[in-house]
Protein backbone atom coordinates (compact mmCIF):
# COMPACT_ATOMS: atom_id res chain seq x y z
CA UNK A 1 0.00 0.00 0.00
CA UNK A 2 2.95 2.08 1.20
CA UNK A 3 4.76 1.49 -2.00
CA UNK A 4 1.32 2.29 -4.18
CA UNK A 5 0.73 5.58 -3.03
CA UNK A 6 4.55 7.09 -1.87
CA UNK A 7 7.14 5.67 -3.27
CA UNK A 8 10.47 6.31 -2.52
CA UNK A 9 8.65 8.73 0.12
CA UNK A 10 8.24 7.68 3.40
CA UNK A 11 10.41 5.85 5.90
CA UNK A 12 9.58 3.13 8.54
CA UNK A 13 10.98 2.12 12.14
CA UNK A 14 10.06 -1.06 14.07
CA UNK A 15 8.73 0.13 17.83
CA UNK A 16 8.10 -1.74 20.80
CA UNK A 17 4.64 -3.79 21.15
CA UNK A 18 4.61 -4.80 17.36
CA UNK A 19 4.29 -1.49 16.16
CA UNK A 20 5.66 0.97 13.62
CA UNK A 21 6.35 3.99 12.82
CA UNK A 22 5.59 5.90 9.21
CA UNK A 23 7.26 8.58 8.60
CA UNK A 24 6.42 10.94 5.26
CA UNK A 25 9.05 13.27 3.84
CA UNK A 26 6.28 14.96 2.28
CA UNK A 27 3.29 16.76 3.72
CA UNK A 28 0.74 15.65 0.96
CA UNK A 29 1.78 12.15 1.44
CA UNK A 30 0.93 11.94 5.17
CA UNK A 31 -2.58 12.84 4.10
CA UNK A 32 -2.32 9.97 1.74
CA UNK A 33 -0.90 8.00 3.99
CA UNK A 34 -4.18 8.61 6.77
CA UNK A 35 -6.56 8.63 3.74
CA UNK A 36 -5.61 5.16 2.79
CA UNK A 37 -5.33 3.64 6.35
CA UNK A 38 -8.56 5.08 7.30
CA UNK A 39 -10.17 3.23 3.94
CA UNK A 40 -8.51 0.00 5.67
CA UNK A 41 -9.72 0.54 8.75
CA UNK A 42 -6.14 0.20 10.34
CA UNK A 43 -6.02 0.83 14.01
CA UNK A 44 -3.09 3.81 14.32
CA UNK A 45 -2.63 6.63 15.89
CA UNK A 46 -0.50 10.04 14.42
CA UNK A 47 0.52 13.58 14.93
CA UNK A 48 -0.68 17.22 14.26
CA UNK A 49 1.82 17.75 11.37
CA UNK A 50 4.81 20.56 12.37
CA UNK A 51 3.75 23.20 9.51
CA UNK A 52 0.23 22.96 11.09
CA UNK A 53 1.40 23.56 14.61
CA UNK A 54 0.97 26.96 16.14
CA UNK A 55 3.51 28.80 17.82
CA UNK A 56 2.38 29.02 21.41
CA UNK A 57 4.18 31.81 23.81
CA UNK A 58 3.59 33.33 27.22
CA UNK A 59 2.79 36.69 28.08
CA UNK A 60 3.45 37.55 31.30
CA UNK A 61 2.29 40.61 33.76
CA UNK A 62 -0.92 41.64 31.97
CA UNK A 63 -3.72 42.27 34.55
CA UNK A 64 -6.61 39.34 33.94
CA UNK A 65 -9.15 42.04 33.57
CA UNK A 66 -7.27 42.74 29.96
CA UNK A 67 -9.58 41.90 27.21
CA UNK A 68 -8.47 39.53 25.23
CA UNK A 69 -9.71 40.66 21.82
CA UNK A 70 -7.62 43.99 22.72
CA UNK A 71 -4.55 41.62 23.49
CA UNK A 72 -5.25 39.98 20.64
CA UNK A 73 -5.08 43.08 18.30
CA UNK A 74 -2.08 44.73 20.19
CA UNK A 75 -0.06 41.29 19.12
CA UNK A 76 -1.27 41.61 15.16
CA UNK A 77 -0.03 45.30 15.32
CA UNK A 78 3.22 44.18 15.96
CA UNK A 79 3.13 41.81 13.08
CA UNK A 80 2.04 38.54 14.17
CA UNK A 81 -1.51 36.60 14.13
CA UNK A 82 -3.24 35.08 16.79
CA UNK A 83 -5.09 32.12 16.17
CA UNK A 84 -6.02 31.17 19.86
CA UNK A 85 -5.34 33.20 23.42
CA UNK A 86 -6.71 32.40 26.72
CA UNK A 87 -5.95 33.49 30.38
CA UNK A 88 -4.36 30.85 32.65
CA UNK A 89 -5.74 30.35 36.08
CA UNK A 90 -4.99 28.96 39.68
CA UNK A 91 -5.53 25.32 39.74
CA UNK A 92 -6.33 24.94 43.48
CA UNK A 93 -8.71 28.04 43.70
CA UNK A 94 -9.61 28.91 39.93
CA UNK A 95 -8.52 32.85 40.16
CA UNK A 96 -7.22 34.12 36.95
CA UNK A 97 -3.53 34.89 36.89
CA UNK A 98 -1.74 37.68 35.11
CA UNK A 99 -0.38 34.97 32.60
CA UNK A 100 -1.78 35.05 28.72
CA UNK A 101 -1.51 31.59 26.62
CA UNK A 102 -0.98 32.37 22.77
CA UNK A 103 -1.31 30.40 19.64
CA UNK A 104 0.47 32.33 17.04
CA UNK A 105 0.32 31.30 13.08
CA UNK A 106 3.65 29.50 12.28
CA UNK A 107 6.14 32.02 10.48
CA UNK A 108 9.57 32.42 9.40
CA UNK A 109 9.48 35.56 11.81
CA UNK A 110 7.64 33.92 15.04
CA UNK A 111 10.77 34.58 17.25
CA UNK A 112 10.42 38.06 17.47
CA UNK A 113 7.64 38.25 19.61
CA UNK A 114 10.07 37.28 21.97
CA UNK A 115 11.59 41.13 21.53
CA UNK A 116 8.36 42.77 22.78
CA UNK A 117 8.20 44.69 26.63
CA UNK A 118 5.75 46.83 25.98
CA UNK A 119 2.15 45.80 25.28
CA UNK A 120 -0.99 47.94 25.74
CA UNK A 121 1.27 50.11 28.16
CA UNK A 122 2.05 47.37 30.28
CA UNK A 123 5.57 46.34 30.88
CA UNK A 124 5.24 42.31 29.98
CA UNK A 125 7.95 39.71 29.06
CA UNK A 126 6.99 37.34 26.44
CA UNK A 127 8.76 33.53 26.53
CA UNK A 128 8.32 29.75 25.60
CA UNK A 129 5.79 27.94 27.50
CA UNK A 130 7.85 25.56 30.43
CA UNK A 131 7.73 21.80 28.73
CA UNK A 132 5.35 19.82 30.11
CA UNK A 133 6.84 17.01 32.02
CA UNK A 134 3.90 14.50 31.90
CA UNK A 135 3.60 12.21 29.25
CA UNK A 136 -0.10 12.29 27.16
CA UNK A 137 -2.77 9.62 27.72
CA UNK A 138 -5.29 9.07 24.87
CA UNK A 139 -8.85 9.29 26.19
CA UNK A 140 -10.17 7.59 23.60
CA UNK A 141 -7.59 4.09 23.58
CA UNK A 142 -6.20 5.36 26.83
CA UNK A 143 -2.35 4.33 25.79
CA UNK A 144 0.07 6.69 26.26
CA UNK A 145 2.04 8.90 24.18
CA UNK A 146 -0.90 10.60 21.79
CA UNK A 147 -3.76 12.29 22.43
CA UNK A 148 -7.68 11.49 21.32
CA UNK A 149 -7.73 13.89 18.59
CA UNK A 150 -5.30 11.85 16.71
CA UNK A 151 -5.92 8.54 17.31
CA UNK A 152 -7.73 6.28 15.37
CA UNK A 153 -7.43 3.26 17.75
CA UNK A 154 -10.14 1.03 19.00
CA UNK A 155 -11.72 2.85 21.91
CA UNK A 156 -11.38 1.43 25.68
CA UNK A 157 -13.36 2.50 28.40
CA UNK A 158 -11.03 4.43 30.99
CA UNK A 159 -13.19 2.41 33.81
CA UNK A 160 -14.11 -1.31 32.73
CA UNK A 161 -11.18 -1.30 30.17
CA UNK A 162 -14.31 -2.31 27.55
CA UNK A 163 -14.85 -1.69 23.80
CA UNK A 164 -16.99 1.69 24.10
CA UNK A 165 -15.96 5.40 24.86
CA UNK A 166 -16.07 6.21 28.52
CA UNK A 167 -18.76 8.88 28.05
CA UNK A 168 -20.67 5.58 26.81
CA UNK A 169 -19.79 3.49 29.54
CA UNK A 170 -23.15 2.65 31.10
CA UNK A 171 -21.51 2.28 34.93
CA UNK A 172 -22.72 5.87 35.75
CA UNK A 173 -21.32 5.77 39.15
CA UNK A 174 -18.21 5.11 41.31
CA UNK A 175 -17.85 1.25 42.08
CA UNK A 176 -14.95 -1.11 42.49
CA UNK A 177 -15.19 -3.19 39.58
CA UNK A 178 -13.26 -1.06 37.36
CA UNK A 179 -10.38 -2.66 35.45
CA UNK A 180 -7.54 -0.55 33.45
CA UNK A 181 -7.08 -1.04 29.90
CA UNK A 182 -3.34 -1.09 29.75
CA UNK A 183 -2.30 -3.58 32.32
CA UNK A 184 -5.61 -5.78 33.40
CA UNK A 185 -5.26 -4.54 37.04
CA UNK A 186 -8.63 -3.31 39.35
CA UNK A 187 -8.34 0.41 39.19
CA UNK A 188 -8.73 2.82 36.74
CA UNK A 189 -6.72 3.38 33.10
CA UNK A 190 -5.24 7.26 34.44
CA UNK A 191 -4.25 5.28 37.74
CA UNK A 192 -0.46 7.18 38.12
CA UNK A 193 0.24 4.07 40.09
CA UNK A 194 0.37 1.60 36.94
CA UNK A 195 2.70 -0.05 36.47
CA UNK A 196 2.42 0.51 32.26
CA UNK A 197 2.10 4.44 33.02
CA UNK A 198 5.30 4.04 35.25
CA UNK A 199 7.61 2.41 32.46
Not at 19 to 37: D, F, G, N
Request: aromatic share 6%; glycine share 2%.
Amino acid sequence: MLNAIAPDKYLVKTLSNEQVRVQPTESSIYTSIIKALMEKNTEFHTYKPRQDRSFRVVVRNLHPSTDLHDIKQAIMEKGHEVKNIWNAKQRSRNRPLPLHFLDIKPHPTNKEIYHITTLLHTMVTVEAPHAKRAIPQCMRCQKYGHTKNYCRNSPKCVKCAEQHLTSDCPRKFQDTAVKCANCGDQYPANYRGCMIHKK
